[in-house]
């Protein structure tokens, strides 16, 4: 481990648990004692090029189950893909969040959640259709998303909507014992490395799953439809951990994408030299959950990865502004409403308007995919520039 990590590996031992407790975070209106009042919230114009708008083609999305006999798991899984032109009024009209969970008592609870949150924070509707038929008849490019601690698999739909107009489609397995649901009843697992190879056993399996051409598990329309040589990772918080476990040890993924949190760093046993393949990485400078602590250590992974890489830092941004289910509960609060300014504990901060954090995260996560799996080299140039000014800053390393 570098010096500069080994210096920094204990404290982030601890911000990381706080990053996933539900115990740790206040409601962001809580009282701070801070003096300064918070300026409004930045808001961020989504921009014209391609990577900053949807694409061509409408969503839709599929739930389906996969069973690893093996190691005693079954998976719910969510695919959004690009869907038949048919299909655009039933995506523009969305899918309710809650929909996105079977019926019963998980439903009603998150249901009964989504009342009573923000809507300025949450995004409690899709833009994408159930169950309709996916554009085209050849192979697709493919990313799976590993979602937060005591997260779901559609914690990042808008990111997963985002690639999927694009052409790109997303496989999000939830890691069953470490969802929301888990968490409301008393029984998610801790954050430790023995459960980070869990979860990096859940992507593998559905590697394993959607490259095989005859799948039973697979939803019809959608068997057959990947492309072995196309194939990326990217994941949120705990879910950035298990990214780079995954692209440490499956030659698979030809590209991975973290969004807040590093990769090599204690509690987990992840070496960042055994990553071989382009990956990128999204910060938030006022991401109180990890702390400046795993700002840096994330900063430092940048620094000494095999290039190529991407470092990505956006402003006022808090841990969850970039998800859907930001404000949702008080675990996932920080990046919703205000805060006490991490980067100078004096003042206030109004965390960066959640839509458009949503959508600098998936323009610059649809463009650098598209980039390494599509082969548009635009993308790369695009996700290489500061495209909304102050707004945010990007470093590269290549």
Known sequence: MHRSLKLLAFALSTTLSLACSSKSAAPASADTGADTAPAPARVIPAGTTKYEQPGPAPVGHAMFTITDAARSRTLTVEAWYPAVESA????TAGTPMEELVPAGADRDALKGLLAKASPSCVRARTS?????????????????????????????????ERLASHGIV????????????????GTSVAIDDTFLETRVGDVKKVLDVVLDDASIEVPAKLKARFDASKVGVF????????TGRVLAEDPRPKAGFGIAAPWETIPFKTKMADVHVPAAFLLATEDNSISIIGNA???????????????????????????????LTDAVMPGCGTAVRMTDTSEMVTYVDNASARGVAASYVTAFFAGELLGDASGLAWASAANYGDALTVQTRK
């Open 128 to 160: 994408s259709a159930a169950d309709v038929d996916p554009a085209g008849s050849g192979k697709l490019p493919f990313v799976v998303f590993s979602h937060c601690h005591d997260c779901m698999r559609f914690s990042m739909f808008s990111i997963a």
């Open 235 to 242: 994941g949120h918080s705990y879910g950035s951990a298990t």
């Open 170 to 185: 997303v496989i999000a397995p939830d890691h069953a014992g470490n969802t929301l649901f888990d968490s409301l009843r």
């Open 297 to 327: 250590v994330l900063r430092d992974n940048f620094q000494h990865s095999n290039p190529p890489l991407w470092l990505v830092e956006v402003a006022d941004a808090g841990h969850w502004s970039f998800s859907d289910i930001c404000g």
């Open 88 to 91: 655009r009024a039933a995506a």
